[in-house]
Structure formats: structure tokens, C-alpha cells
């Protein structure tokens, strides 16, 4: 089992930045992509980013440019640095995690709301 902790979301302005971070815990060693997806009110689940054990990254296009997402396997934690954002990034974001014998783990959402 993996278990997965968000945090870092919150209300921010339009153009505005936050950071989400996710911490890994159980058969961590496991752990192969991590990433982010987004769900707003009304909306399907959608992907925001992907990123490999060895640092392969793949991005939505509505994002691409925008938001930047990495990984510290030391620390098991991945990180989603959000820049420029636009009131339609707002939604609850989703840790993801899948493991090497292709099981798949959700964190329990964070809040991201872009408002003035």
C-alpha cells in the first residue's frame, strides 16, 4: 500500500503562484510515475502532469509553460509548482501514484481556488 498526503493549495489571486506538495508513504520503493490531475465543480477528472521515476515529464496543454512539476525520490515527494494562474486552474488537485506492479493510488485532494 502507498499512501499519499497533499498540501499547499489554497485561494490565490489571478497571475498569482502556490506550490502543492505530495508525500509518499508505505511500499514506496514501489513507486514508479507520480503526477498531479485536477477535477473541477461539473467536470471530469482530468490529467495536469506526469512525471517518471528517472524525471520524464508530461504536461496537459492548458498547463504547459505554466506549471512545473518535479520529484525527490530521497524525500518521496512530488511537487507541483503552479505560475500564471488563471481562474480555470481552479479545482481540487489530486496526488497520483502508480507502482511498478501497476497499482494505482490517489491522495484524498487539495483546494486550489484562483479568484479576485
Known amino acids: 500500500q502507498v499512501q499519499l498526503v497533499e498540501s499547499g493549495g489554497g485561494l490565490v489571486q489571478p497571475g498569482g503562484s502556490l506550490m502543492l506538495s505530495c508525500a509518499s508513504s508505505?511500499?514506496?520503493?514501489?513507486?514508479?510515475?507520480m503526477g498531479w490531475y485536477r477535477q473541477a465543480p461539473g467536470k471530469q477528472r482530468e490529467l495536469v502532469a506526469l512525471?517518471?521515476?528517472?524525471?520524464?515529464?508530461n504536461y496537459a496543454g492548458s498547463v504547459k509553460g505554466r506549471f512545473t512539476i518535479s520529484r525527490d525520490n530521497n524525500k518521496n515527494t512530488v511537487y507541483l509548482q503552479m505560475n500564471s494562474l488563471k481562474p480555470e486552474d481552479t479545482a481540487v488537485y489530486y496526488c497520483?501514484?502508480?507502482?511498478?506492479?501497476?497499482?494505482?493510488?490517489w491522495g484524498q485532494g487539495t483546494q486550489v481556488t484562483v479568484s479576485s
Open positions: 512525471i517518471s521515476r528517472g524525471g520524464g515529464t
Open positions: 497520483y501514484a502508480d507502482t511498478t506492479n501497476f497499482a494505482q493510488y
Open positions: 508505505g511500499i514506496i520503493f514501489s513507486i514508479a510515475g
